[in-house]
């Protein structure tokens, strides 16, 4: 056991120390990004391709009240069979049912739900609001594996009709995007597809080696301490 303890302590600084040396690398994502976001609502909004309401939907995860005030915030004049149906789209229909359904009361931040349900709870209203261009800024950070799957299952399904402009640190999110933007000290180093950037090599290619590597870590050993 002491020596198990010891090897499970080893991969836990391992992994610690690669999250550190790449926090740097990691805001300079998210400051651009979030950047990039605002920039796009603004003009789509500009351009009468996202409402107002539609632009502050990307920003806001929850607010309290219930489920089905928080969907009308996306179309207020959706009906039930709508919210249920963009609900059920996004696996959460199930969970409400057990509560007291679209009249759930939605706690401040939405403490009363998970950050996985939280998240879809948000792109069901997004869903609702059925405009022509979608940003979605982290839709998938601090949540279970699952719910990150399942959302990004929607976003693509969602891309087949609509623009999607989508803003993440994990790269494996965006490796079937059309055009991938690489930030980097607050400006655009390089633009093209997954493979296209994965070819080139540079700071793409370096992040997504380094995440994957970050994410197979301690699996192998994992697996022997199971056994």
Not at 86 to 104: H, I, P, R, S
Request: charged fraction near 25%.
């Amino acid at each position: 056991m002491d020596e198990e303890s010891q090897r499970f302590r080893r991969i836990t600084m391992k992994v610690l120390t690669m999250q550190l040396n790449s926090t740097s690398v990691m805001d300079i994502i998210a400051y651009g990004g979030a950047a990039v976001g605002m920039i796009v609502t603004l003009s789509e909004f500009a351009k009468g391709n996202v409402s107002f309401g539609g632009a502050l939907m990307f920003c806001i995860t929850g607010f309290a009240g219930t489920v089905r005030d928080n969907l009308k915030m996306g179309k207020p004049d959706a009906t039930e069979e709508e919210m249920c149906a963009v609900l059920e789209k996004v696996n959460l229909f199930g969970f409400l049912q057990a509560q007291q359904g679209l009249d759930t009361l939605v706690m401040e931040k939405g403490s009363n739900f998970s950050g996985g349900q939280c998240q879809r709870l948000a792109l069901a209203r997004a869903l609702l609001h059925d405009t022509p261009v979608y940003i979605f800024d982290e839709a998938t950070s601090n949540i279970d594996m699952e719910s990150e799957e399942m959302i990004m299952e929607v976003i693509r399904e969602l891309a087949k009709t609509k623009t999607i402009l989508l803003i993440s640190h994990r790269l494996a999110n965006v490796v079937e995007t059309d055009r991938i933007y690489m930030l980097e000290n607050g400006s655009v180093v390089q633009a093209g597809t997954h493979w296209e950037l994965m070819a080139e090599g540079g700071a793409y290619e370096r992040l997504y080696r380094y995440q994957s590597e970050l994410e197979a870590y301690g699996k192998e050993d994992g697996k022997v301490v199971a056994e």
